[in-house]
């Protein structure tokens, strides 16, 4: 069973950065997708930026030049530089490996706020 934990969120203002991470506890390299998601209070969990191994990189309308997710296979983790923050982006954000399998991390709070 593969554990995943996320880190980096906090509170940031308008037009702020943050980067998250998301890393494994075991080997990333089998796995064919790795993305993050978002839920924010009273919505549903929405996928944000998917990568796919040997394919492409895909984004929401909602973040698309402004977000950009990443992999380290070496260090087992992968990463979503995010940019030019909005209040909407504010969320609980889940790093999601698989297939094969599917293994969710716990979240990592993201608040926008001035």
């Known amino acids: 069973q593969v554990q995943v934990v996320e880190s980096g969120g906090g509170l940031v203002e308008p037009g702020g950065s943050l980067n998250l991470s998301c890393v494994a506890s075991?080997?990333?390299?089998?796995?064919?997708?790795l993305g993050w998601f978002r839920q924010a209070p009273g919505k549903q969990r929405e996928v944000v930026a998917q990568?796919?191994?040997?394919?492409?990189?895909r984004y929401s309308d909602s973040v698309k030049d402004r977000f950009t997710i990443s992999s380290d296979d070496a260090n087992n983790a992968v990463y979503l530089q995010m940019s030019r923050l909005k209040p909407e982006d504010t969320a609980v954000y889940y790093c999601k490996m698989g297939p094969p399998g599917n293994y969710w991390g716990q979240g990592t709070q993201v608040t926008v706020s001035s």
């Open positions: 075991g080997s990333i390299a089998s796995f064919y997708i």
């Open positions: 990568l796919i191994r040997g394919s492409s990189t």
